[in-house]
């Protein structure tokens, strides 16, 4: 596993933005490295892992077959300090070039995560948490018909 000290992990906005360059590198060590040892992530259809191996052990595989042809981007962050040594970071990120594991390519989408983030006492910041949330734009929740099919709507449209 890539060592967090070899990262430039200065600022709480660090962690987003190696995050997305690690993808971009398709480097699950250095992605995963950003994450505590017993870090959560949970991604966007709500897969949970619980550590930093499970962590790498996911991308390792997503980044080598569904995401290899991807890219990440950042469009928008915001950082809230909860206190000098603990921050929210959430993070608008675009992503094209994702495919089905038999190849299909998939339209572009929006995600936003929130990184929980501390300083540690040598002055790197460093995720404790992180959960992905895909954007479906004009929607505000989901529903679940009989048969398990899930389905994005508005509250306001009528049913």
């Avoid at 080598?64 to 959430?90: C, G, H, P, Q, W």
């Avoid at 389905?151 to 009528?158: F, G």
Wanted: proline letters at 2%; glycine letters at 4%.
């Amino acid at each position: 596993m890539a060592n967090i000290n070899d990262l430039n992990l200065n600022e709480p906005s660090d962690i987003p933005n190696t995050f997305i360059e690690a993808w971009n590198l398709k480097d699950a060590k250095m992605l995963a490295s950003i994450f505590d040892e017993d870090a959560e992530f949970i991604n966007v259809t709500g897969l949970w892992w619980h550590d930093r191996e499970s962590i790498f052990e996911a991308h390792k595989y997503g980044l080598k077959v569904i995401f290899k042809d991807s890219e990440l981007s950042l469009r928008k962050m915001k950082v809230k300090y909860l206190s000098d040594t603990i921050a929210v970071v959430n993070a608008r990120i675009h992503l094209e070039g994702q495919t089905s594991v038999k190849g299909k390519k998939a339209q572009a989408r929006n995600t936003i995560f929130t990184f929980v983030v501390h300083q540690s006492d040598d002055g790197n910041w460093s995720c404790a948490s992180a959960q992905n949330t895909d954007i479906v734009p004009g929607k505000e929740t989901h529903i679940i018909d009989k048969e398990g099919n899930i389905e994005a709507v508005d509250y306001r449209e009528s049913t």
